[in-house]
């Protein structure tokens, strides 16, 4: 089995990072570096924009047919935050995300300053996006409202009360819901320890705002096994996306009981895709400083 690593830091971290991935401003990721955002500069580059499994990437193309990349020059502050046991800046958040198996960092001269950018590590890497510009937007892939769109739409389909039916119809829509929060999340964080990427989610002003909309009750899910419990507490976000992936875990494992977890199930559907809708909103509106 290959193993998969993080990108080292790049050689000169005191450089801007060209962003024209889910880390630019109004892209799904930029909530993770946004703390550490000094100044944003609109800029391109002439490297062609493509995607490897939906994420998009930069490569030089040796053809020819380079198409400039827009994006954005992100210069960092100083701040550094603690998370587990490690001074983390923007650059850490940045590597987490990405597999040295797929990018290399690249610097480049743009005349008025260098900058670091994430370069393809092969040039036969990615393909066309459909519908490509040289400018990603995110809120165009299908895998993210889409999803939403399907479940919200279908929800009346679900009754009130328990049938076999219904029960197989709320685990199908739950993990399609978490299909689209597991795309999101690994363009965040990469995706390497799924419980440490919730545990990082639930830290974000965007997901708290929507937890606190959205959820007035309390609850517990327990592992498979039983031996570890996840609380679900209006006051408390910081465990609530614990809480819901625990319940995702048990649609797909063996820790449920047909009839005691129907409403468990269905309320954790309805609470998590909106919860999830208003983040993706809020990301994709999250424009710079």
Excluded at 64 to 71: A, E, F, Q, Y
Excluded at 115 to 133: C, I, M, Q, S
Excluded at 227 to 255: D, E, M, T
């Amino acid at each position: 089995m290959t193993r998969i690593y993080k990108i080292d830091r790049p050689t000169n971290p005191d450089l801007p990072y060209f962003a024209y991935d889910a880390f630019k401003p109004g892209q799904v990721a930029f909530p993770v570096i946004k703390y550490f955002v000094q100044d944003i500069r609109e800029c391109k580059v002439n490297l062609s924009l493509k995607q490897r499994n939906g994420a998009p990437i930069l490569v030089d193309d040796w053809r020819g047919n380079n198409i400039p990349t827009k994006g954005f020059l992100i210069y960092f502050n100083d701040n550094v935050v603690q998370n587990y046991d490690k001074e983390y800046d923007a650059y850490d958040y940045i590597c987490d995300s990405k597999s040295k198996s797929l990018y290399e960092w690249t610097e480049i001269d743009l005349g008025f300053t260098r900058t670091n950018v994430l370069l393809a590590k092969r040039n036969y890497f990615g393909k066309d996006f459909l519908d490509n510009d040289g400018n990603y937007q995110g809120k165009k892939d299908n895998g993210f409202y889409g999803p939403l769109e399907y479940i919200y739409n279908h929800l009346d389909e679900v009754g009130e009360y328990y049938t076999k039916d219904d029960f197989f119809k709320l685990q199908m829509f739950y993990m399609l819901l978490w299909s689209a929060i597991d795309k999101y999340l690994s363009l965040c964080y990469g995706g390497w320890d799924q419980r440490k990427t919730v545990n990082e989610w639930a830290k974000w002003d965007e997901f708290k705002d929507a937890f606190e909309k959205h959820v007035d009750r309390n609850d517990t899910a327990y592992s498979s096994q039983g031996s570890r419990s996840f609380k679900l507490n209006p006051q408390n976000a910081k465990w609530a996306a614990n809480y819901y992936y625990q319940i995702r875990c048990n649609v797909v494992h063996s820790g449920k009981s047909n009839y005691d977890d129907f409403n468990k199930m269905r309320q954790s559907l309805y609470e998590l895709l909106m919860i999830f809708w208003d983040v993706l909103d809020a990301s994709f509106n999250l424009n710079g400083l």
